[in-house]
C-alpha cells in the first residue's frame, strides 16, 4: 500500500481514466448506478468485500484463491473523505497499518491509499474499517470497472459501465438482504 495526496490520487484516477468523486462532482457517469444499505454487521461487511474483491492473497491453510464478481483484482484506490467524528483508538488502527507501509504523514495531507494488484487482503481489511468506523470513502478499481462510495457506513453507492457486473452485484445485495434505496 502506497499513500497519496489529494492531487496525486487524482492524477492516478485521470491515468485510469476514472471520473474523480462522481457523486458530488456534477460529472454526468454513463453506466448503470445502485444505492443500497451497508451491511450490519462486521461478518456481513467482511462477506461483501470478499465477494466483491475475491481472495488471491493465498497463504498456506488459506481458502482457495477466487475472483471476486468485479473480476480479477488489479489493484484499487481507496480516497478517505470525511474521519472527522473519530475516537483516537479507530485513527490509532488506521495510522498503524499507514505506518507499516512506512508512511508518516496524516490522513489529512495523504487521505488516498493505493492498493497493487497483490494486497486484496489489505484493501479488504480497510474497507471493513471504513464500513465499521462509519467512515465515507471512494473506492475506486484499478480497471475501471467500478465506484463505490461508502457514506458514514449507512449507504454505498455503485457506479459501474459493465452490465454483467452491475447484475452480479445487485443479487450480492439481495442474497445479503441489503435494501436498494
Known amino acids: 500500500m502506497k499513500c497519496l495526496t489529494k492531487s496525486e490520487c487524482s492524477d492516478w484516477l485521470h491515468q485510469h481514466s476514472i471520473v474523480e468523486e462522481p457523486y458530488g462532482s456534477g460529472k454526468k457517469i454513463s453506466g448503470s448506478y445502485l444505492q443500497f444499505t451497508a451491511p450490519d454487521s462486521a461478518q456481513a461487511s467482511m462477506h461483501l468485500m470478499r465477494c466483491l474483491i475475491g481472495n488471491h492473497s493465498r497463504h498456506e491453510g488459506d481458502l482457495e484463491c477466487f475472483d471476486g ?54 484493501l479488504i481489511g480497510q474497507c471493513n474499517l471504513i464500513l465499521m468506523y462509519n467512515w465515507t470513502a471512494y473506492l475506486y478499481l484499478a480497471s475501471a470497472k467500478a465506484t463505490f462510495l461508502f457514506w458514514e457506513g449507512e449507504l454505498i453507492d455503485f ?16 442474497e445479503l438482504k441489503l435494501r436498494l434505496t
Not at 473480476?71 to 470525511?82: H, M, S, T, W, Y
Not at 475516537?87 to 508512511?103: A, F, G, Q
Not at 457506479?159 to 439481495?174: A, F, G, N, P, R
Open 159 to 174: 457506479w459501474t459501465h459493465d452490465m454483467e457486473i452491475y447484475q452480479k452485484v445487485k443479487s450480492l445485495i439481495q
Open 69 to 122: 464478481i468485479l473480476g480479477k483484482f488489479e489493484g484499487a484506490l481507496l480516497l478517505l473523505n470525511d474521519w472527522q467524528t473519530y475516537p483516537p483508538d479507530m485513527y490509532s488502527i488506521v495510522m498503524s497499518l499507514r505506518h507499516s507501509h512506512e508512511e508518516q504523514r496524516s490522513l489529512v495531507d495523504a487521505p488516498g491509499h493505493l492498493f497493487d494488484a497483490n494486497e486484496d487482503a489489505d
